[in-house]
């Protein structure tokens, strides 16, 4: 009844690149012998906008034939495929999510956190889909068993509601793994079930969000309705173990890093380039561009093989006060380092964990953007 694969379909060539290109199929079969077929991804719609909703559906709907033709052309399987139209609504994987009282986070994925109020819990992939042409998407990381917690269908600011699926209380990266059916299933059965405790104890949602004994009231009627909330015992995962785990986590949660299907692409002690290191402090601006209003740029505008030279501490320290706002008059290559670390922008122990000042690692390059991101902006990932 399902199928995926066919990896060699995204060499399909769109008929309007800037807009639309295919990944590989995901394939149901309906009990009426009808197959539906999801690998058309269409960019630059504004969900939040019925026009640009309405837009996004006309350029779906006049290219899908194209793609059946192509698939008929190239796979002698789908030979006989006979088109009949495509879905009434745009498929959206997201747009916004409520600010809850508990908001779940990367951290909480990466760690496969347990809480106390957990009413049901996920483990796929962290599966980001493309969100243009030219950015392929990413598999952030492979999790074993982490809760959604009540409190995160609990918006902060609206009583007499709560908030299941896509729209819950979660950060766009762990989205990528919590948005599946099968968690929105059981947060949908954990709100319901919660309706009825609310009414029995004449208690406000946000009230019972706050009680332990409530949350246990609420797990151990889940689980006379069926529901598995046992959590299962493992083992850390690796990551986790290394030296530079902080900062990992910050660049993860910063979408400057992923660890692929087996969590094993971090590589956090392979050496780190100026050039890589520029876009990680371009992904740094582009989340807080408040925070970081300079260039980075000019640092590499002299340097040749940017590309392949390592990346030295004080090449580092000089990109991030420029990120900053430095000017090149008012820091240089020599002196940036110390004016990070007398405005206690970097910590003593990161820099203790530099191995080798000429040759930075990932791993090293991430805890210098962390402790910035922490000390400078005041954000915190954990």
């Not at 199928?3 to 639309?20: M, T, V």
């Not at 609206?158 to 908030?163: E, F, I, Q, R, S």
């Not at 209003?293 to 991030?320: F, H, I, K, R």
């Not at 090149?328 to 004016?339: I, K, V």
Request: aromatic letters at 8%; glycine letters at 8%.
């Amino acid at each position: 009844m399902s199928a995926w694969g066919y990896g060699d379909a995204r060499k399909y060539e769109s008929s309007n690149p800037q807009h639309i290109k295919i990944r590989s199929l995901n394939i149901g079969r309906q009990n009426d012998d009808t197959i539906l077929i999801n690998t058309m991804q269409i960019f630059g719609v504004d969900p939040l906008d019925p026009i640009s909703v309405k837009k996004g559906l006309e350029i779906g709907r006049k290219e899908a034939p194209l793609i059946v033709d192509f698939l008929k052309k190239n796979y002698d399987e789908f030979a006989g495929l006979q088109y009949a139209g495509t879905a009434n609504e745009l498929y959206v994987r997201e747009s916004r999510h409520i600010y809850g009282e508990y908001r779940l986070t990367l951290a909480d994925v990466m760690e496969n956190r347990d809480h106390w109020d957990a009413i049901g819990y996920g483990s796929y992939d962290i599966d980001i889909q493309s969100t243009s042409v030219g950015n392929p998407g990413t598999i952030m990381l492979s999790p074993i068993q982490y809760g959604v917690p009540f409190r995160s269908l609990v918006p902060l600011k609206v009583d007499g509601l709560l908030v299941v699926g896509r729209a819950a209380s979660f950060d766009t990266i762990p989205h990528g793994s919590a948005r599946v059916v099968p968690l929105g299933m059981a947060e949908g059965e954990a709100a319901g079930a919660a309706v009825k405790l609310a009414y029995i104890h004449k208690e406000s949602f946000r009230e019972l969000s706050t009680s332990e004994e409530r949350a246990s009231e609420l797990r151990k009627m889940l689980e006379n309705q069926g529901m598995d909330l046992k959590v299962h015992r493992f083992e850390q995962p690796d990551y986790m173990e290394h030296k530079d785990y902080k900062g990992l986590l910050a660049a993860a949660s910063m979408y400057m890093t992923s660890g692929n299907y087996n969590n094993d692409g971090w590589e956090l002690d392979k050496g780190m380039n100026p050039e890589r290191f520029l876009s990680k402090l371009k992904r740094m601006q582009a989340m807080f561009p408040e925070a970081y209003t300079g260039s980075a740029d000019q640092a590499l505008a002299n340097m040749e093989n940017a590309v392949t030279l390592p990346l030295t501490l004080d090449q580092a320290a000089y990109m991030l006060c420029l990120a900053m706002g430095s000017s090149e008059t008012e820091t240089s290559l020599e002196q940036a380092l110390a004016q990070l670390q007398t405005q206690n922008f970097i910590s003593a122990d990161t820099l203790a964990g530099i191995t080798d000042k000429n040759n930075l690692t990932n791993g090293d390059a991430f805890m210098l953007i962390r402790d910035v991101v922490e000390y400078y902006s005041g954000v915190v990932f954990d």
